[in-house]
């Protein structure tokens, strides 16, 4: 005898780890452009967003307030078809969704090219080295001393756009290069646990493991959700899990522990996403509506996403 599908058993869990996170209504937002709209030209039509951040719960009023601040922040851009309103991300979100697709879409793929990056700020003004402080704090940069903030696993092209960005390029003094001593991995270990709380990160991607390993223990098998129920788990697994990274330094294989969670995390939003992405993208395709009423095809860089999806 076939198991009985239960839909309501899995709007239940849907809705449960919904309110658990409650999300933003901006940050769930740009979630939403960045796994969603993006792969799909990357415009969509208001009225189409406004319908998509209903199944989270988020009004209309709230819907057009959110696209309204995040125009003026600069996330996005918007054009005007007669009465019909667009919106894409703006050239600045996407340098960045560019950027973040790395750490989200293929976490295991970071570099580990054993050279740190430390920075010297001494001749840098109050005012800009807060704002400095700040960006290198959600790059996952450790500030061990006044004026010296250390990375050991950081693009140096990142590092130069920031810096370039604030004018900072003459003011700072920027080293790259491998350490020479301790040469004892597990000392190096030990220091990292000085600078990073690690600790605190761990507990972020277990609460994220243990809110989404659940759906493999319903009744329900997840290749057997609906279309629009693989849209939402897609869209809560991403934006739970870009939450996580961002407390994420991504110190690099050799200076994280063998079964350090980071690990299990992106693991289980690789498998998770394999099996429901196909589904998700056909209920995707049914509801986005793009300038002319066109639903463009899925880039294929969408198809690159943790090594190579089908």
Same mark, same amino acid.
């Given at each position: 005898?076939?198991?009985?599908?239960?839909?309501?058993?899995?709007?239940?869990?849907?809705?449960?780890?919904?309110?658990?996170?409650?999300?933003?209504?901006?940050?769930?937002?740009?979630?939403?452009?960045?796994?969603?709209?993006?792969?799909?030209?990357?415009?969509?039509?208001?009225?189409?967003?406004?319908?998509?951040?209903?199944?989270?719960?988020?009004?209309?009023?709230?819907?057009?307030?959110?696209?309204?601040?995040?125009?003026?922040?600069?996330?996005? #851009?918007?054009?005007?078809?007669?009465?019909?309103?667009?919106?894409?991300?703006? %050239?600045?979100?996407?340098?960045?969704?560019?950027?973040?697709?790395?750490?989200?879409?293929?976490?295991?793929?970071?570099?580990?090219?054993?050279?740190?990056?430390?920075?010297?700020?001494?001749?840098? %003004?109050?005012?800009?080295?807060?704002?400095?402080?700040?960006?290198?704090?959600?790059?996952?940069?450790?500030?061990?001393?006044?004026?010296?903030?250390?990375?050991?696993?950081?693009?140096?092209?990142?590092?130069?756009?920031?810096?370039?960005?604030?004018?900072?390029?003459?003011?700072?003094?920027?080293?790259?290069?491998?350490?020479?001593?301790?040469?004892?991995?597990?000392?190096?270990?030990?220091?990292?646990?000085?600078?990073?709380?690690?600790?605190?990160?761990?507990?972020?991607?277990?609460?994220?493991?243990?809110?989404?390993?659940?759906?493999?223990?319903?009744?329900?098998?997840?290749?057997?959700?609906?279309?629009?129920?693989?849209?939402?788990?897609?869209?809560?697994?991403?934006?739970?899990?870009?939450?996580?990274?961002?407390?994420?330094?991504?110190?690099?294989?050799?200076?994280?522990?063998?079964?350090?969670?980071?690990?299990?995390? #992106?693991?289980?939003?690789?498998?998770?996403?394999?099996?429901?992405?196909?589904?998700?993208?056909?209920?995707?395709?049914?509801?986005?509506?793009?300038?002319?009423?066109?639903?463009?095809?899925?880039?294929?860089?969408?198809?690159?996403?943790?090594?190579?999806?089908?």
């Amino acid at each position: 005898m076939k198991n009985k599908i239960n839909n309501n058993e899995v709007d239940l869990y849907l809705q449960t780890i919904l309110k658990e996170m409650s999300p933003k209504a901006k940050s769930l937002i740009i979630t939403f452009f960045g796994d969603t709209v993006f792969p799909y030209g990357g415009t969509i039509w208001l009225g189409s967003l406004v319908k998509f951040m209903e199944e989270f719960g988020i009004s209309e009023k709230l819907t057009r307030t959110s696209i309204f601040r995040l125009s003026k922040d600069g996330w996005l #851009s918007s054009k005007k078809f007669g009465r019909e309103s667009y919106y894409s991300l703006s %050239d600045l979100a996407i340098d960045r969704f560019i950027k973040a697709h790395y750490s989200v879409y293929a976490y295991d793929e970071q570099e580990d090219n054993k050279d740190w990056i430390v920075l010297f700020t001494n001749h840098v %003004d109050l005012t800009s080295e807060l704002n400095l402080s700040k960006i290198l704090k959600k790059e996952g940069f450790a500030n061990t001393a006044k004026h010296v903030y250390m990375h050991p696993n950081y693009k140096m092209e990142y590092m130069q756009d920031i810096l370039i960005k604030h004018e900072l390029q003459n003011d700072v003094l920027l080293i790259k290069g491998p350490i020479q001593m301790p040469m004892n991995k597990e000392v190096i270990k030990d220091m990292v646990h000085t600078y990073w709380d690690m600790n605190d990160i761990e507990k972020r991607y277990q609460s994220f493991i243990t809110k989404f390993r659940q759906v493999f223990s319903l009744k329900t098998p997840i290749e057997k959700f609906t279309t629009k129920q693989c849209f939402m788990l897609r869209v809560l697994l991403i934006h739970e899990y870009r939450r996580a990274l961002l407390f994420d330094p991504k110190l690099g294989n050799d200076l994280v522990s063998i079964d350090w969670l980071g690990k299990s995390a #992106s693991s289980l939003v690789e498998s998770i996403y394999a099996i429901i992405h196909n589904q998700a993208n056909d209920y995707i395709k049914n509801n986005l509506l793009t300038v002319g009423g066109n639903i463009p095809k899925l880039d294929k860089f969408y198809f690159n996403r943790f090594g190579g999806i089908k």
